[in-house]
């Protein structure tokens, strides 16, 4: 039989702030365990906690990534659950009034996938299970840290849609500071909601939840194994259980963790201790002002309006730091294809593999290096050397330049004077250039520099080389 394929997900990702989201507790990650707890964050009985109200701005930069309505009267509430890494017994999170509502993301394929809310949250402590006779190992420093969640419609119908949605909300949320999302630290994480239902047919079918899936491998991986089962428990003639599962990466499958069935009533209710959150129009507007465009917008200008291939645009917005570079290169030097050259080919590889870097370069010199070979005054080769030494001595580079004498000091008009005493006195080059000029072009140019000791411009005295010698 034929399905579509339904998927809805949860995504969550930690903010960027420097404490935690209802203590003064550092929000960093790799201290030693149960360093950063106060007894706020780890639950102790009548401790009060207080908002953060650069969590609260950055839960709302990321509605306004996303095209959501900020509510201007939000509310924390309490979900109440018992585990082990929440000592309080109930996490803090939002749900009737959630400060995010609504927006979405237009996919490649045309697609807009509407979100359903972002609301802020609380993150759990971490447990290492050590084994049945040592027993699990509690660490509350993750406790208390801020969290987005961004919950989306089940609009999604394939593994490659999820895929590329994961990956424009972290360019977003990298790009306007809200979350670094580094995957592999858990800093986002997503869980699936996945059914099948017969093609066409407007009833969903019963879905399944797949929890903290922490690689977009791993979330690509476990949708396509899911789609099979549920087909071959549909093909069966049987029924979907609603329940969550667990997927192991390792074994690329997925095994059943909960069943709906046992699943809690959260009891849900505002927390008495936190006021509600009022979030005024200028909050909003000035937040608003704060926002970097965002890399879609900037890939969209780069191919529209500076005509760049889809593909360096791509590679340009990779971090705000490249895009913001380029952006100011261009500002200097009207020049966007050969800057996005250089930058792509030439200063991207001094930097490669590293995770934050910046360029050891300013702007202003490597522009200045661009013009310096468009202008023709040295050649790609020399101008790439002459970055090497401005990186490495800070100087100027026309000032380094002049002193390493790579300034082409040769003119045009003795370049031609040069050419035109080659062809008067050796008849048989002349003779070769005419039948095959592409076998004696390289020995012209290679008199011409040996003649001016390596000064003239290589690139130049090839252009000049036909004029003399085809006449
Ligand atoms: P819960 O709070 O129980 O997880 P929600 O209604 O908030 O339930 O939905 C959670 C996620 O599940 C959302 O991302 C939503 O889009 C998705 N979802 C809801 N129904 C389905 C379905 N039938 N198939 C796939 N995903 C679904
Ligand atoms: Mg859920
Ligand atoms: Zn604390």
Redesign the pocket.
Known sequence: MNYDV?????IHAELKTKTKVFCSCKNEFGAKPNENTCPVCTGMPGALPVINKKAVELCIKSGLCFGSDISLYAVMERKNYFYPDLSKAYQISQMVNPICIGGGIKLSNGKFVRL?RIHLEEDAGKLTHISKSVGTLVDYNRGGTPLIEI????DFSSAEEVDEFLKRIREALVFAGIADCKMEEGGMRCDV???LKPKDSVI??T?T?MKNLNSFKSVSRAIEYEIKRQAEVLNSGETVVQETRKWDDAKGKNLTMRSKEEAQDYRYFPDPDILPIAISIETVAKLKNEMPELPQARRDRYVQDFGLPEYDAQILTSSKYVSDYFEKCVKLFTVPKKISNWIMVDLLKLVKEQEEFSFPISEEDFVEIIKMVEEKTINKTVGLQLMEKVIETGEKPRVLADKMGLLVTISKEQILDLLRKLKAENAKVAEDYKKTPEKVVGFIVGYVMKNTGGKANSVLVKELVGQVFND
């Open positions: 339904v998927i809805g997900l949860e359903n919950v989306t419609e089940p909601n996945l059914s969903f079918g879905r939840e």
